[in-house]
């Protein structure tokens, strides 16, 4: 009975949850829904403490003050720029706990003076491949969080990255099928160090613009460890909710790799963008390059009726979203039409453009999907691109003969004039040099983000 | 429960997921992650109820470490969205 009562609001808990999901489809309903979930999670987690949990009171006390206090600190304080970092993090935790619930459940089972029959097949199952996932998710994001924060600054790849890969997975298994088959300590212990090394071994050689697609994964993976551990407790919540997320993560991860257009393999086994590159910029830049100044871009921007602005990850860099609201509210007072025009990829994790931009006061009904705002750009009189590269790269269009050929991009090339404000003529990720930037009807301002858009607003507000 | 009720289970969530996720706009997908993140969170349950196994203590200790980092993803996830998507308005 108490069972049935039990999953009865396990049920709401899910449906809440779900709705809430639901909510986020639309920017009106998004923040009810947000609350409707939290509402379904405060069900959830209720209905476990008053039927099923028998761990001391203490503990949990302790443990939600402790853990709550944390969250509500970081989700305060949080910079809106570092919300990569925070969301790595949170994969991270979320995987550690999997990881940690799993492990208990194999308790029993390797612990020789407890008189327990062993654990049911399907529930070892479970078990060992939550304990896989979980640690693999918690030590992976522990590296893209690293690698996010800048503390780990450079990317290793080491020789044989992918052979070294493959034997790790391999021992993994080995091991999996070991400890459902004779659990020990010894083994559990294996297990959780050989997993928590895949996930540094997988990581670590992925870089930068990759970023998005790792945090993606990792999401996903946080979810499905969940779910396993759902499987394991013979608990409908876990395994509903654990799914959402899994799923959630692995849509994000399709939409990501589309584009770039990228298999999902070669981002996650790490494998280069199209291997070694010829530096061909001297011979496309050479006496091409035509260098502006903020005065001159105010007097151009005063003559536009259209203004597109695309922002890339310079601009997150720079922090130079209230620059970029600043310069828009003073082209919209002028009279000039402004809209956003953001790539899927462009930032660090996806939506992180959207993000900023929305910090920044800018109405989300001005940031506009690379789909929509293409076939403006013959309309319209300047592109402004902030700390944007390879996402704007006009090589893309070729078929082949470079890393980013076939990734879908932004068409800025086509507006009458395109300002890219940049702080040198370095490469993108990519590793390799932007014709956009040569184009006769592009103008270079060398400038930091930030400190060039406040620049040209002086030159605006003085004109 | 059946392993294969609970596969059921599993499957249907995560074609629900799949067809809502995909309606997310893509200027919602950070506060996506970050709601995910807290749903995550849920493990929160799993620690809580998984205290039946093995050595008491042990399993005290462990349960323990599990709540703090479940309980910062639910209280952190909820709360750090909530504060995207009010930045997320129209204006006129």
């Known amino acids: 009975m108490t069972s049935s009562l039990t999953n009865i609001f396990y049920l709401i808990a899910s449906v809440l949850l779900i709705w809430g999901l639901k909510g986020l489809t639309h920017p009106r309903t998004a923040q009810r829904g947000n609350a409707m979930g939290a509402m379904g999670m405060f069900v959830a987690v209720l209905t476990a403490l008053v039927t099923e949990t028998d761990l001391h009171w203490g503990y949990i006390i302790a443990g939600v003050i402790i853990g709550g206090s944390i969250g509500t600190y970081l989700a305060l304080k949080i910079e809106m720029t570092a919300m990569p970092q925070l969301v790595a993090l949170f994969n991270g935790l979320g995987g550690g706990a999997s990881l940690i619930v799993a492990a208990i459940a194999m308790l029993p089972a390797i612990d020789a003076d407890f008189s327990a029959p062993g654990l049911l097949l399907p529930v070892a199952v479970a078990s060992v491949v939550s304990i896989v996932i979980g640690a693999v998710t918690l030590l992976g994001s522990?590296?893209?969080?690293?690698?996010?924060?800048?503390?780990?600054?450079?990317?290793?790849?080491?020789?044989?990255?992918?052979?070294?890969?493959?034997?790790?997975?391999?021992?993994?298994?080995?091991?999996?099928?070991?400890?459902?088959?004779?659990?020990?300590?010894?083994?559990?212990?294996?297990?959780?160090?050989?997993?928590?090394?895949?996930?540094?071994?997988?990581?670590?050689?992925?870089?930068?613009?990759?970023?998005?697609?790792?945090?993606?994964?990792?999401?996903?993976?946080?979810?499905?460890?969940?779910?396993?551990?759902?499987?394991?407790?013979?608990?409908?919540?876990?395994?509903?909710?654990?799914?959402?997320?899994?799923?959630?993560?692995?849509?994000?991860?399709?939409?990501?790799?589309?584009?770039?257009?990228?298999?999902?393999?070669?981002?996650?086994?790490?494998?280069?963008?199209?291997?070694?590159?010829?530096?061909?910029?001297?011979?496309?830049?050479?006496?091409?390059?035509?260098?502006?100044?903020?005065?001159?871009?105010?007097?151009?921007?005063?003559?536009?009726?259209?203004?597109?602005?695309?922002?890339?990850?310079?601009?997150?860099?720079?922090?130079?979203?209230h620059a970029v609201r600043e310069l828009t509210n003073l082209l919209e007072g002028k009279g000039i039409e402004v809209e956003f025009a953001i790539h899927p990829v462009a930032g660090r994790m996806p939506g992180h453009m959207n993000v900023l931009l929305a910090e920044a006061d800018i109405s989300y009904d001005k940031l506009k999907d690379m789909d929509d705002i293409n076939p403006t750009f013959a309309q319209t009189d300047v592109a402004i691109v902030i700390g944007a590269n390879d996402v704007v790269n006009p090589t893309a269009r070729k078929p082949s003969g470079s890393p980013i050929a076939g990734m879908p991009i932004l068409d800025v090339d086509q507006a009458a004039t395109v300002i890219v404000i940049k702080r040198s003529l370095s490469p993108g990720f990519a590793g390799i040099a932007n014709p956009l930037f040569a184009t006769d009807h592009t103008l270079m301002y060398f400038a930091d983000g930030k400190k060039g858009v406040n620049e040209i607003n002086t030159a605006l507000k003085e004109a | 429960m059946d392993i294969i009720m609970l596969l059921t289970i599993f499957v249907l969530a995560l074609m629900v997921g799949m067809e809502i996720i995909?309606?997310?706009?893509?200027?919602?997908?950070?506060?996506?992650?970050?709601?995910?993140?807290?749903?995550?969170?849920?493990?929160?349950?799993?620690?809580?109820?998984?205290?039946?196994?093995?050595?008491?203590?042990?399993?005290?200790?462990?349960?323990?470490?599990?709540?703090?980092?479940?309980?910062?993803?639910?209280?952190?996830?909820?709360?750090?969205?909530?504060?995207?998507?009010?930045?997320?308005?129209?204006?006129?």
């Open chain 1, 142 to 321: 522990l590296i893209a969080f690293l690698k996010l924060q800048r503390i780990l600054r450079k990317t290793v790849v080491l020789p044989g990255q992918q052979v070294i890969n493959g034997v790790m997975a391999a021992a993994v298994i080995v091991c999996m099928i070991t400890l459902i088959v004779h659990p020990s300590p010894e083994i559990l212990w294996g297990l959780i160090a050989l997993s928590a090394l895949l996930g540094v071994s997988l990581v670590i050689p992925i870089g930068g613009a990759d970023m998005p697609v790792v945090i993606a994964v990792l999401n996903s993976y946080s979810g499905l460890a969940a779910c396993g551990a759902g499987f394991v407790l013979n608990n409908n919540v876990l395994i509903i909710s654990g799914s959402l997320v899994g799923a959630s993560g692995m849509v994000l991860t399709r939409i990501m790799c589309r584009a770039m257009n990228r298999s999902f393999r070669n981002v996650i086994f790490g494998i280069s963008m199209g291997g070694k590159q010829v530096d061909q910029s001297d011979d496309i830049y050479q006496g091409k390059i035509k260098s502006t100044s903020a005065d001159e871009i105010a007097m151009i921007l005063e003559s536009a009726r259209r203004v597109v602005i695309a922002p890339g990850y310079g601009m997150a860099v720079s922090q130079a979203q």
């Open chain 2, 22 to 92: 995909t309606k997310v706009p893509p200027t919602l997908h950070t506060p996506l992650m970050s709601g995910t993140n807290a749903i995550s969170g849920i493990i929160l349950v799993g620690a809580l109820t998984s205290a039946k196994f093995g050595n008491p203590v042990m399993t005290n200790i462990l349960g323990f470490t599990a709540i703090i980092l479940a309980t910062v993803n639910v209280v952190g996830g909820f709360l750090v969205t909530d504060r995207i998507l009010k930045m997320f308005r129209k204006r006129d």
